[in-house]
Every structure is written in C-alpha cells, then in structure tokens.
C-alpha cells in the first residue's frame, strides 16, 4: 500500500471518528459506502414492534429505520397514553418511542420518525430532547404540513408548531416537510401533480418560520413524476434553506411511471435524492448514470471500519 492510499484511508478513519461523536451527522457523511449517491441508502419501513425493530437492526443492508409514531397504549403493561410506534389505526403496540431509540442508539443505523398527530409530536419532543447529545446517527423527523394533492382530505400537522418544536427540540435533526396526498388504489386515483400554489406554499411557510435545519422533501413518486419541472421548481426555490433534499416516496398500489421517475431522480441529482419505493417500482428505475464504484483505499477503509465498530459494540 503507497503512502497515498494510506493517507486516504487514515483521512477517512479520522472522520468517522468525528462523524461518531457528532450529533445527528449528514447521512452522506454517516454512510460512506454510499459515496455520495442517497438513492443506495435501504430503508426499513414500518418498524413498529419490537420483532421488527429486531429484525431491521440485524439486517445487514439496512442503513434508515421508519418508524410511526402514535399516542397509544403500551401491551402488556400500565404504560398509556405515552408515544409508541404504530401507525393508523392502531392504538396499541409492545414497542414505545422511548424504548425505540434506546434500543437503536448502539447500532449503525440512522431513524426516520413520522409523526401521526400533533399530539404525538408535542408528546415526543422531551424524549427527543433526552436522547439528543447521545444521537450520533442521522434523524429525520417527518410530518405531513401542508394539504397536497389530489385535492388530499387528511388534515395536516400545524406546520408552525412542528417546524418550532422540531427545532427546539432537536436542532441537528432533518426536517422531512411535506404533503398530505390523496392517490392511488386506496382511492382509485392514478393521475395528479403538485402544483405550483402547493410549492409556493411550502416555500413561503418555511421563510415564515425561518427554517434553518436541514430540510428534505417527501414526494409521492407517481405525482412527482408527472411534473417534473415542477419538482425542480421546488428545489430551485429551496435554494436559500441550505442542505434541501428529496425523498421519494410510494406506496404499494400507486401507479408510478418509472421511465419518468427515473428522469427525476437524474434532473435533481442522485446525491439530492432518497429513493424510498417497493421493490417492484426500484427494480424499474434506470440511474446508471447516477452510479459509481469504490476504489481500492476506500474499500480498505470500510474493513477497518467493520472492525471498529465490532470492537465497540
């Protein structure tokens, strides 16, 4: 090994040693094998219950945990009306928040939490608060804010009250701001967009609150795809908040045309881009362009890495 290669490798070892003691690191810097490109990053969905939550940690190729969280009752004990992960309908479950991030601070993986109420939210923040100085992984805290398309019912989460509270509460957090949506076979709907009022809205709330956080988007993939000007026009307007991002997001059943998805991801950038889709829709997607390869040194790097990290847990 030239002392080049070596370099590299011991540059590298350094910042992971930073990225270990830094509250709430960047996933780019958290994940380097991704190189840069946030549509490697494999997310675990619904990890609700501790089966799951078991199940998502021990899996190797898993780097971001989603999990609901509900005001509910905790089984098989007296603990009610506490925040747990579950997702709606659901009012019961054998895994609390508190007991979530206990279990995931040792591990390698980062969290993405999705607040069902604002009750839950409000309810979640001193916990977050309590956890904050030992989060050495990435955080996402999501929430529906603002009503999208098409023509969406479900009432949103106040987006004054969730953009303060997460900021308080958990400064080095991503903030995942969106849309509530009305779309696909749930409600028989294959067509629609986000509108241009939609985004402008977005924006105008974020300047309102004066939002310093990272932020990133989540978008139903089979709307977004239908207007992708549209989805660059946000990212463009997005451009004085910083660190912005995309997360695409679909659920099964949606109708998704992938050629276009695929443009998408490319227009804004794999490196702007999460990619959170069923393996039917992922399978579909063409990003060669957006790939690329380790080379040797960071390779090396990655197998100290693993021993590290086994030596520490």
């Not at 109420?117 to 529906?144: G, Q, V």
């Not at 998805?261 to 794999?270: P, R």
């Not at 702007?272 to 992922?282: I, Q």
Request: charged share 20%; glycine share 4%.
């Amino acid at each position: 090994m030239d002392c080049t290669t070596l370099a590299k490798i011991l540059s590298f070892l350094a910042l992971i040693q930073y990225v270990m003691c830094e509250i709430a690191p960047d996933p780019k810097t958290f994940f380097p094998a991704i190189e840069g490109n946030l549509t490697k990053i494999v997310w675990a969905h619904a990890v609700n219950s501790q089966a799951n939550l078991t199940k998502a940690l021990n899996a190797d190729d898993i780097m971001m945990l989603e999990g609901d969280v509900m005001i509910g009752n905790l089984t098989n004990s007296n603990n009610t009306n506490i925040p747990i992960m579950a997702h709606p309908p659901d009012l019961e479950s054998d895994l609390s928040l508190d007991e979530f991030l206990s279990s995931v601070l040792n591990s390698t993986k980062g969290v993405k939490l999705d607040f069902k109420s604002l009750e839950a939210f409000e309810r979640s923040k001193p916990i977050l608060a309590e956890n904050r100085k030992k989060f050495t992984k990435p955080l996402f805290l999501n929430a529906d804010i603002l009503p999208g398309p098409v023509e969406a019912k479900t009432i949103p989460l106040d987006s004054k009250s969730f953009l303060t509270g997460a900021m308080e509460a958990f400064p080095e957090s991503v903030l995942s701001i969106g849309w509530t949506t009305r779309y696909g076979s749930e409600f028989n709907i294959t067509e629609g967009h986000y509108t241009t009022e939609q985004i402008q809205k977005m924006i105008d709330t974020l300047t309102e609150n004066k939002v310093t956080q990272s932020i990133t988007y989540p978008v139903r993939a089979g709307l977004a795809a239908n207007d992708i000007s549209a989805m660059k026009t946000l990212m463009d307007r997005s451009s004085s908040f910083g660190n912005v991002t995309m997360t695409i997001w679909s659920s099964h059943g949606d109708q998704v045309d992938t050629k276009k998805l695929s443009e998408l991801i490319k227009t804004i950038g794999v490196g702007k881009v999460y990619v959170d889709v069923p393996e039917d829709v992922w399978k579909n997607l063409d990003l060669t362009s957006g790939s690329s390869t380790f080379n040797v040194a960071m390779m090396t790097a990655m197998t100290l890495l693993s021993f590290l990290f086994a030596r520490m847990l």
